[in-house]
Nanobody
Framework: QVHLVESGGGSVQAGGSLRLSCTAS????????MGWFRQAPGKEREGVAA???????FYSDSALGRFTISQDVSGNTVYLQMDSLKPEDTATYYC????????????????WGKGTLVTISA
């Protein structure tokens, strides 16, 4: 059974930084594409960033230049470094993954964690 467990959420002031982590388990294949989504109150869930097993990444427009996705050597843990945070970044952030070596779209990520709350105050 696949499990994705997020950590690192919290509350910071605008302009600050947070680092989210997510560890995946239960995949039978070591090639796993991983990423992050977020959902703000009253809004739809949106993709934020994703990373393939070769280190290739893609970002949403709102994340590009401020957020950085990375993974550890095993490929089972993914990080989201969030800098220059804004109040509009307030949301529940979800880790997502799929047993693919490469991913090119947020729609390809079908497994989800339970989320971690990020709150940015003005």
């Amino acid at each position: 059974q696949v499990h994705l467990v997020e950590s690192g959420g919290g509350s910071v002031q605008a302009g600050g930084s947070l680092r989210l982590s997510c560890t995946a388990s239960g995949f039978t294949d070591s090639s796993v594409c991983m990423g992050w989504f977020r959902q703000a109150p009253g809004k739809e869930r949106e993709g934020v960033a994703a990373i393939s097993t070769d280190g290739g990444t893609f970002y949403s427009d709102s994340a590009l230049g401020r957020f950085t996705i990375s993974q550890d050597v095993s490929g089972n843990t993914v990080y989201l470094q969030m800098d220059s945070l804004k109040p509009e970044d307030t949301a529940t952030y979800y880790c997502a993954a799929d047993p693919l070596p490469f991913c090119f779209s947020f729609r390809e990520l079908d497994y989800w964690g339970k989320g971690t709350l990020v709150t940015i105050s003005a």
